[in-house]
């Protein structure tokens, strides 16, 4: 069992930055893969990055290449998302999501553990 808890959302004018963490309360954070998603209303979560186990291998959605980072810290049992270069369109909610071996790092639908979300907006 994991246990997931988000942190970091808030309020922002485009091109600010905000630096999102995702703390492993419960498991062994260090054998999932770990992953980024967002949704809006009335829309699906989508993919924003993920994580190998190591840290070793990071992908990213072409959206947010060159604005966004993922990276992890497996002593402090912590998931990043650096965002920088904010946009109105990067409003959302941000889940963090672990699996230990996904079929796809892209599909949320491959991710079994989910944190509770934490609201990023970004007003114009």
């Known amino acids: 069992q994991v246990q997931l808890v988000e942190s970091g959302g808030g309020l922002v004018q485009a091109g600010d930055s905000l630096r999102l963490s995702c703390v492993c309360t419960?498991?062994?954070?260090?054998?999932?893969?770990m992953g980024w998603f967002r949704q809006t209303p009335g829309k699906g979560r989508e993919y924003v990055a993920a994580?190998?186990?190591?840290?070793?291998?990071?992908y990213r959605a072409d959206y947010v290449e060159g604005r966004f980072t993922i990276s992890r810290d497996n002593v402090k049992n912590t998931l990043y998302l650096q965002m920088n270069s904010l946009k109105p369109e990067d409003t959302a909610v941000y889940y963090c999501?672990?699996?230990?071996?996904?079929?796809?790092?892209?599909?949320?639908?491959?991710?079994?553990?989910w944190g509770q979300g934490t609201q990023v907006t970004v007003s114009s």
């Open positions: 999501a672990a699996e230990r071996d996904p079929a796809s790092y892209f599909f949320p639908s491959m991710y079994d553990y």
């Open positions: 994580i190998s186990r190591s840290g070793d291998n990071t």
């Open positions: 419960e498991g062994i954070f260090s054998d999932y893969v």
